[in-house]
């Protein structure tokens, strides 16, 4: 069933391992994991709530060892992701955990790059890499991998992200490490307004000069910030699904997407960590179609928010214009009759402040 070209702007390349995948690395490195079964793993991946996923996320990703490793990760999920219609893809890594377990900078760098040259040449898949900064690091930490980063611009890294547990750990404190990436060329494209409020996104945009938000769903909470983000033209990466597997929000029939998109935000939209939720593209695609999202939308966000050069982003642009969107859109219809996800959404209703 085709559903229509697809960008994916917001996506952890460590959390798109399969179980399977995740446990095979682990017995080729002699790693260990809390888990020792696809099905031990897959309970595992039951969040309580976003604190319980990023420890999970921590244990489990540890095993990712050696550069062969980082380069599998890249090419199976970009497997997948051409198998639901992208055409370019973001992905996002952290690589301070690995260095801290003895990994060398060239190793992930150079493995992840590779992944990404294997991608472009076996499905035809543009994809760009965009490392991590996690917000419990120490400042100078984090200012070490936007160093790191930048040194490395040449292999397809775009952007400095920031994530991690949102709460207590405000975006201010990395300013410097975001001066440094774009000093070095890099745009800001960190998490924000996730599970915390307006101010986090606020800070992102201030003191961070954020690109794009990744998440940004708390924006819905302040009209004055929808029309500074729309005005600005600052695109939200928005993962619906993971928004429900982290409780970020309590059901997807009542997610901000639609009021987002209503009050002018562009939105693009991702998986996030998609093994680990359950997740697709055409999950997220039938999805946001139950919540009255067209798709044409997402992608011409997608367009506008890629960190790609200006021949890409042409390219990117005129495959748009060449798609049959209202037989995407139908198709899409269809795809979100078949998933559970997305019948319960459209069972749901529209949110009361929409009907």
């Keep these: 069933m085709r559903t229509g070209p ?54 489990t990703t540890h095993v990712m060892r050696t550069a062969e490793d980082f380069r599998q990760v890249v090419v199976d999920y970009a497997a997948q992701a051409a198998g639901h219609g992208a055409v370019y893809v973001e992905g996002i890594f952290s690589p301070w955990f690995r260095v801290q377990r003895g990994i060398s900078w060239e190793e992930i760098f150079n493995g992840y790059a590779d992944g990404v040259a294997e991608a472009r040449e076996r499905f035809g898949l543009d994809m760009r890499l965009t490392p991590d900064v996690d917000r419990i690091l120490p400042p100078e930490a984090a200012c070490e991998v936007a160093r790191q980063a930048v040194r490395f611009r040449d292999l397809g890294i775009v952007g400095l992200g920031l994530g991690g547990p949102e709460v207590g750990h405000p975006p201010e404190p990395y300013a410097r490490a975001f001066a440094i990436a774009a000093d070095g060329g890099l745009a800001a494209v960190p998490h924000a307004g996730e599970t915390t409020g307006p101010e986090s996104i606020r800070g992102a945009v201030d003191a961070l000069g954020a690109r794009r938000i990744r998440h940004g769903i708390r924006a819905v909470d302040d009209p004055d910030l929808m029309v500074e983000l729309a005005e600005r033209n600052i695109v939200l990466d928005v993962c619906p699904v993971s928004n429900l597997r982290t409780r970020s929000v309590t059901e997807l029939a009542a997610h901000p997407l639609s009021a987002l998109m209503a009050a002018g935000v562009r939105c693009s939209l991702a998986t996030d960590d998609p093994a680990m939720f359950d997740t697709d593209l055409g999950r997220e695609h039938a999805v946001a179609a139950a919540l009255g999202v067209r798709a044409r939308d997402l992608y011409e966000a997608g367009v506008a928010g890629a960190l790609c050069d200006t021949a890409t982003r042409a390219r990117l642009a005129a495959i748009g214009a060449t798609t049959d969107w209202e037989a995407a859109q139908a198709a899409l219809a269809m795809a979100a009759g078949d998933d559970q996800l997305a019948v319960d959404v459209a069972a749901a209703g529209p949110p009361a402040v929409f009907r």
Excluded at 20 to 49: I, K, S
């Design 6 to 59: 697809k960008i994916e702007l917001h996506v952890h390349l460590e959390g798109t391992v399969r179980p399977e995948t995740l446990l095979a690395m682990a017995r080729r490195n002699g790693e260990p994991l809390p888990a020792t079964t696809v099905e031990g793993l897959t309970e595992l991946y039951r969040f309580r709530d976003f604190d319980h996923f990023i420890e999970i996320w921590i244990m």
